[in-house]
């Protein structure tokens, strides 16, 4: 099977060729189609050939349609399979397409404009598209499916990681034989550098659905774990985190270095249930989870004695630049909002600055690399019913997109922005132009707030469902909102300043927390490859993309004929 492999992949080159010259020559347009399907079949072969299960899997098979079609599309422009060195891929956690309006606005009037007219750095992208964001068995999605269709080609059920549909969640039993792929996974295999940024916890859905594969989201660590998943097998995310390289090089036979980049939250994960093992920065008594008392990250020094572990903002200054792998756990929870960084106690660095850094770090390996950067923090801000922060942290988000563009060269590099979902966020009302986007409604030609038929003012933004209004004053921790009771519907805000970082919106329906959407979001490209996002897509597509830019099975499928 590895030959047969290699043999299709051996094509590649002279398949594009042809194709290219009858695009430039504007003839045999179902020759090159023809082609273009030949180049994805050989692309996905390797896939296939070590999971045998992705052969009859509907969405991978799917996807690869798709992309061949739309390679076919845009033969003028066509971009030759493999013609991404590195990718970048950024996940605004719940940036549905009303947040990227709201902070392109808050944005441009933070610099003093009326707001409208301002672009996000990724608004400049030449390419853009939309993706169907919903999970197998769920209309309105969650993250651990929808980061799974991205990073594998594959869509799957909520709450489900690195895992195809047939599994049952929290059924660990029913997760043999169920793995899938990543795009993380293949860049590893085929010797390019790799790397996660994350706001978020490492062991949290969006970043581990890059490396790992658990038939529930929630397994973060062994407590975390029913005694039943246990002895059936099943490992815990951060436990699949620290023993990536193992798990790669037992299960393909190919020999990797690991994941070379690591930065984000979640250290109570990794530690003992021993507040003898707390980090100098412990928020609670007690920092670490987990109840086999194991240190992990004490494991991960044994098995990278050369690694550079960081857990503060000082840490992260002192790194040094050639030395690999890098770990950094900057809290024992999520990382801090951006409007809230100056609260921690041992500092924190921002997404634009880890970006900026794993660039610098991964760039120094010569076959090019994989980055996976979320803005997390986005979907914590808007389940709390603060617009505030969910905004500032899509800003911070724009920031570090803004840097990694000018970090790398256009014309080797494929850098995609895209969300895993939406959120049931609303712009509303008759605002004027210029108008504060954090504000109350005031009217075209007037500067008197508008009154709804209540004879109460109302804020342009709002949420359909959540825990509603708050008026915390200058708190800039949105998570605030869960020590205060639930008070949806409307209420009085004359007086009231919703512009604070405190203020937290009217929400119509009372729920423990506001939820996702199920709407559509956006993807922006740039690069090698990027012509391929325009259109409305299945999620899954994405995955696809990728691997045609970057080639990641082709050059996964020469590492494993070497082995």
Known sequence: MQKEVLNKNNVIRSVNILTLT???????????????????????SLVESIQPSMNDNAWYKAG??????????FQAIQTQIGSAKNVILFIGDGMGIATITAARILEGQLRGESGEENQLSFDNFPFTGLSKTYNVDAQTPDSAGTMTAMMSGVKTDAGIIGLNENVVRGDC???KKTEVISALELAEMSGMATGIVTTARITHATPAATYAHSADRDWEDISDMST????QGCVDIADQFVHFKDHIEKEYGVSVDGIDVAMGGGRRHFLPND??????????????????????????KQLYPSGQYVMDQAGFDSLTMTQLPVLGLFNESHMLYEMDRKNDKSGEPSLMEMTEKA???????????????????????????????????????SQAVAKAKASTNPNDTLIIVTSDHSHVFTMAGYPKRGNPILGKVIPIGSDQEALALDDMPYTTLGYANGRGFKNLGEATDADLAYEQPTDAGRKNLSGVNTESSGFHQEALIPLESETHSGEDVAIFAIGPGSHLVSGVHEQNVIFHI????????????????AN
């Open 173 to 175: 039993a029913s997760s």
């Open 228 to 231: 039943a998943a246990i002895a």
């Open 275 to 300: 507040a003898e093992f707390n980090s100098a920065d412990a928020v609670s008594a007690v920092e670490g989870d987990r109840t086999d008392n194991r240190d992990l990250i004490s494991e991960w």
């Open 359 to 397: 660039i610098q770090l991964l760039e120094k390996k010569d076959k090019g690399y994989f980055l996976m950067v979320e803005a997390g923090r986005i979907d914590h801000g808007h389940h709390a019913g603060s617009a505030f922060n969910a905004l500032h942290e899509s800003i911070e988000l």
């Open 546 to 561: 990728i691997n045609y830019a970057a080639n990641l099975s082709g050059r996964a499928s020469e590492v494993v004929k």
């Open 22 to 44: 009858f695009a430039l020559f504007g003839c045999g347009e179902d020759v090159a189609e023809v082609a273009t399907s030949k180049n994805q079949a050989a692309n996905n």
């Open 64 to 73: 690869g349609r798709e992309v061949s079609a739309n390679v076919a599309n």
